[in-house]
Nanobody, 121 residues
Framework: QVQLVESGGGSVQAGGSLRLSCAVY????????MGWFRQVPGKEREGVAA???????SYADSVKGRFTISQDNTKTTLYLQMNSLRPEDTAMYYC???????????????WGQGTQVTVSS
């Protein structure tokens, strides 16, 4: 079993930065995909960034050049550095992981409880 615990959310003004962290507990071997998702009430969950099974990185077009996903050497902490934040980045941010090669949400087995990010104009 794997447990994911996010932290680092908060309220910032537009143009500011936040760094989200996701601590990974439990049996972490063979986690093929780790990623960040976000959701606003009433809207569909959106993929933000992911580290794929081959260590390649993918980003949503809306965050390219502003957000950076990374993980520590032991792969027990996942990060999301968010710069140049915009009001439209306001959402609950979730960390997720899975053992299958796809990073599509339906294939991700483990989800954190979320951390709120609020960006004011």
């Amino acid at each position: 079993q794997v447990q994911l615990v996010e932290s680092g959310g908060g309220s910032v003004q537009a143009g500011g930065s936040l760094r989200l962290s996701c601590a990974v507990y439990g049996y972490t071997d063979n986690l093929s995909c780790m990623g960040w998702f976000r959701q606003v009430p009433g809207k569909e969950r959106e993929g933000v960034a992911a580290i794929e099974w081959d260590d390649s990185v993918s980003y949503a077009d809306s965050v390219k050049g502003r957000f950076t996903i990374s993980q520590d050497n032991t792969k027990t902490t996942l990060y999301l550095q968010m710069n140049s934040l915009r009001p439209e980045d306001t959402a609950m941010y979730y960390c997720a992981a899975g053992r299958r090669r796809s990073c599509r949400p339906v294939f991700l087995d483990y989800w954190g409880q979320g951390t709120q990010v609020t960006v004011s104009s």
